[in-house]
């Protein structure tokens, strides 16, 4: 399963802010509650789903028309690698998803 979309880093409080919700992180195995850890290679963040809930960050959760729906907001040092306005290209993997540049081809 590989799943491409495409987004930009949007300002939140003064720095950038990348933000995913819904069924792409649901399928990809980021389901509400499901910590994850997250590796920064410099010019690419890889999030990745941990084992025994010992990762440093946890899914949201927000309710739409009743059902859960899973959220990852992402802003501390993100502003360092993607200033804001920056094209991303986000692929969706079973338990992985890699953010780096990319507009839309």
């Known amino acids: 399963m590989n799943v491409l979309t495409f987004t930009k880093t949007k300002r939140h409080r003064k720095s950038s802010r990348i933000w995913i919700e819904g069924n792409r992180l649901r399928d990809a195995g980021f389901g509400c509650g499901q910590t994850y850890e997250v590796f920064n290679f410099g010019d690419a963040l890889m999030l990745s789903i941990s084992d025994n809930m010992t ?3 946890t899914v949201s959760a927000a309710q739409r028309k009743g059902k859960p729906r899973p959220i990852i907001d992402l802003g501390a040092g993100v502003a360092d690698i993607f200033p ?3 094209p991303l290209r986000i692929t969706f993997m079973q338990d992985e998803i890699i953010i780096e540049r990319g507009a839309r081809p």
Do not use: A, H, P
């Open 55 to 57: 990762g440093c960050r």
């Open 84 to 86: 804001e306005g920056t």
